[in-house]
Each structure stands twice: as C-alpha cells, then as structure tokens.
C-alpha cells in the first residue's frame, strides 16, 4: 500500500512563511517526477511546482520566485518551501508523485493540506 502524506499546512500572515512536505511510503523502488498542486474554492486544480527525478524544476508564473520545490529521495520525500505568502496562496495543497513500485507504476496523491494565507 502506497501512501503520500503531507503536513506543514496552516494559517499565516501574508509575507509569511511555510514548508510543506510530503513523504511517501510503501514498497517504492523509485520516484520518478513529483510536484505539488493546488486548489482554491470554486477553481481547478492547478500545478504550482514540480520537480523531476534529475532535480529539474518547474514553477508556475504565480509562485515563481517566492516558491521552492526540492527533494530528498533517501527519505523518499518532497518539499515546497513558500515565502512571501499572498491571500491568493490560500488553498488546499496536494502532493503528486509518479512512483515506481515492485512491479508497477503509477500516479498517487496525498490527502492535501490546507494553507490560508490572512491579508
């Protein structure tokens, strides 16, 4: 059974900060890419970073500059580091990965976690 869970979500002030994690667990023999999405009340989900198993990043034009993706695939885990918080940031956050198990792969997410950002 795989599972992504995320945590680091909360309530903070705009220009504030947060990091969000996300660790996978399960029978794993490789992450492959991985990212983290977004959905705000009454819109789409959208991505917001990504990041490949090389390190090669992908940022949307909203987050770029204030937003960090990064991983560490020893604890087979994604982080999104995010600074300078606007009230537009305020969504629930989901982890993606694309995972290589024993004898599949496959697409996963997290349960999401939810960020508001206070003006």
């Known amino acids: 059974q795989v599972q992504l869970v995320e945590s680091g979500g909360g309530l903070v002030q705009a220009g504030g900060s947060l990091r969000l994690s996300c660790a996978a667990s399960?029978?794993?023999?490789?992450?492959?890419?991985m990212g983290w999405y977004r959905q705000a009340p009454g819109k789409q989900r959208e991505l917001v970073a990504s990041?490949?198993?090389?390190?090669?990043?992908n940022y949307s034009d909203s987050v770029k500059g204030r937003f960090t993706i990064s991983r560490d695939n020893a604890k087979n885990t994604v982080y999104l580091q995010m600074d300078s918080l606007k009230p537009e940031d305020t969504a629930v956050y989901y982890c993606?990965?694309?995972?290589?198990?024993?004898?599949?792969?496959?697409?996963?997410w997290g349960q999401g976690t939810q960020v508001t950002v206070s003006s």
């Open positions: 399960g029978r794993i023999v490789r992450m492959n890419d």
């Open positions: 993606n990965a694309d995972l290589t198990l024993l004898f599949r792969r496959g697409d996963y």
């Open positions: 990041i490949s198993s090389g390190g090669s990043t």
